[in-house]
C-alpha cells in the first residue's frame, strides 16, 4: 500500500517555473514506478513524465519534453517535477501515481495521489 500527496501547484505566468512534489509513505514506494499525469478541464487524464525505481529510466510526453524534468529522492520518499518555460496549454490538475510498469496508460497506476493546481497565465 502506498499513500501519495501532492504539492507545489500555483499561479504562474507564461515562461514561469514551479517545481511539483509527492511524497510517498509506505516500505513499498521505492518498488513502484512513479508517474505524473495531469487533467485540463473536460479534457481526458494526459500522460505527462514517468520514472523508474533508480530514477535512471525516464519518459516524457512530447508535449513536455525539453521543458519538464522528472525526478526521484528514494531516501526522502519523494518524486519532484520541475516545470520550466510554462505555457497556458500546460494549465491543468497535476497528479502523482504510482504503478508497476513504466508506460503512459493511467489503468496501469495503482495509486494516486490528491492532484494540485497549475495555472499558467498569458
Known amino acids: 500500500q502506498v499513500q501519495l500527496v501532492d504539492s507545489g501547484g500555483g499561479l504562474v505566468r507564461t515562461g514561469g517555473s514551479l517545481r511539483l512534489s509527492c511524497a510517498a509513505s509506505g516500505r513499498a514506494y521505492v518498488n513502484y514506478i512513479m508517474g505524473w499525469f495531469r487533467q485540463a478541464p473536460e479534457k481526458e487524464r494526459e500522460f505527462v513524465a514517468a520514472i523508474d525505481w533508480s530514477g535512471g529510466i525516464t519518459d516524457y510526453a512530447d508535449s513536455v519534453k525539453g521543458r519538464f524534468t522528472i525526478s526521484r529522492d528514494n531516501a526522502k520518499n519523494t518524486v519532484y517535477l520541475q516545470m520550466n518555460s510554462l505555457k497556458p496549454e500546460d494549465t491543468a490538475v497535476y497528479y502523482c501515481?504510482?504503478?508497476?510498469?513504466?508506460?503512459?496508460?493511467?489503468?496501469?497506476?495503482?495509486?494516486w495521489g490528491q492532484g494540485t493546481q497549475v495555472t499558467v497565465s498569458s
Open positions: 501515481a504510482a504503478g508497476r510498469a513504466l508506460v503512459p496508460d493511467p489503468k496501469r497506476y495503482n495509486y
